[in-house]
């Protein structure tokens, strides 16, 4: 049963515009959500995160939204550049992160 | 920003032998580290959690006498894959977390192929 749910596999922008990507979970335990970006033959690199007493996070072109409620969150990418091409990862834990559970990711692909 | 080095990064080995998969911190400490395997086109699994100075708990079909992890220190986990097979091989990922900012640091991750 897959408790975090990416469910598109592909996204495609052009450059300079909004990318936003989606992230399900049915687990109402879950406190802290993290997203990830990974490249082909190279670990996943953190990007941001959000603990549920926040609704919203922003860290540069990168903001991620939670929607406790709704058991949903998002990433928005403001301007996509080509380089953010990757396929991005969602993830959540309970409050004492002793376990992460992953989306299948979305594959992103910024065109020049 | 925080810095997780893993080391190797590819090995290749021959079936029947033992593979060691360090993971360290370099520039936190962490309490807690996680042990991943990627399998083509699938999210990474949890092998198991490894926490410094005592046993690592694993993850429900991860063989614990197979994938030996060791927490010694608060900067280094370490996994052998023992009598390594073919079908060992995969991308195994670590990570590290940093219990100051709850944030999830992973390494580069090791390639391993087993002939």
């Known amino acids: 049963d897959q408790q975090v749910k990416q469910n598109s596999p592909s996204l495609s922008v052009q450059e300079g515009r909004i990318s936003i990507l989606n992230c399900d979970y049915t687990?109402?335990?879950?406190?802290?959500f993290l997203w990830y970006k990974k490249y082909p033959a190279e670990g996943p690199t953190f990007l941001i995160s959000i603990s549920s007493i926040k609704d919203k996070n922003e860290d540069g072109r990168f903001t991620v939204f939670l929607n406790k409620s709704a058991k949903h969150l998002s990433l928005h990418i403001v301007p996509s550049q080509p380089g953010d091409s990757a396929v991005y990862f969602c993830a959540a834990s309970p409050y004492n992160f002793n376990k992460f559970y992953f989306g299948s990711g979305t594959k992103l692909n910024v065109k020049p | 920003g925080a810095v997780v080095s893993q080391h190797p990064s590819w090995v290749i080995c021959k079936s029947g032998t033992s593979v060691k998969i360090e993971c360290r911190s370099l520039?936190?400490?962490?309490?807690?580290m996680f042990w991943y395997r990627q399998f083509p086109k699938q999210s990474l699994m949890l092998m198991a959690t490894s926490n410094e100075g005592s046993k690592a708990t694993y993850e429900q079909g991860v063989e614990k006498d197979k994938f030996l992890i060791n927490h010694a220190s608060l900067t280094l986990s370490t996994l052998t894959v023992t009598s390594a097979h073919p079908e060992d091989s995969s991308f195994y990922i670590c990570?590290?977390?940093?219990?100051?900012?709850?944030?999830?640091?992973f390494g580069e991750g090791s390639r391993l192929t087993v002939l």
């Open positions: 687990n109402s335990m879950f406190d802290y």
């Open positions: 520039d936190f400490q962490a309490t807690t």
């Open positions: 990570s590290a977390h940093w219990t100051n900012t709850g944030e999830l640091f």
